[in-house]
């Protein structure tokens, strides 16, 4: 059985940081392409960061290129989500989720992040 458990969100202060993790466990890590999503009350889910497979590409969505960076760690079986500099408008439920060829697709449960003075 595929699982994806998200944790480190919380309340932090603009201009902060937090570190998301992502454990993943039932499947085979190092095949799949992680990714991170977001999504904001009335709004619809954004993509936020993915990282491939073996090759480690990696790409970023603009709003949250040079604050964000995501790395796994292949002998953890863990995707993170490094996030500095923190804007109110990154205040959202955080999603992980994993793929492979566009046929499996797994997901976490999310965590909250919430951005606010």
């Known amino acids: 059985q595929v699982q994806l458990v998200e944790s480190g969100g919380g309340l932090v202060q603009p201009g902060g940081s937090l570190r998301l993790s992502c454990a993943a466990s039932?499947?085979?890590?190092?095949?799949?392409?992680m990714r991170w999503y977001r999504q904001a009350p009335g709004k619809e889910r954004e993509l936020v960061a993915r990282?491939?497979?073996?090759?480690?590409?990696?790409s970023y969505a603009d709003s949250v290129k040079g604050r964000f960076t995501i790395s796994e760690d292949n002998a953890k079986t863990t995707v993170y989500l490094q996030m500095n500099r923190l804007k109110p408008e990154d205040t959202a439920v955080y999603y992980c989720?994993?793929?492979?060829?566009?046929?499996?697709?797994?997901w976490g449960q999310g965590t909250q992040v919430t951005v606010s003075s």
């Open positions: 990282i491939g497979p073996t090759d480690g590409y990696i």
């Open positions: 989720d994993a793929v492979l060829a566009s046929i499996y697709e797994y």
């Open positions: 039932g499947l085979t890590f190092s095949s799949y392409v």
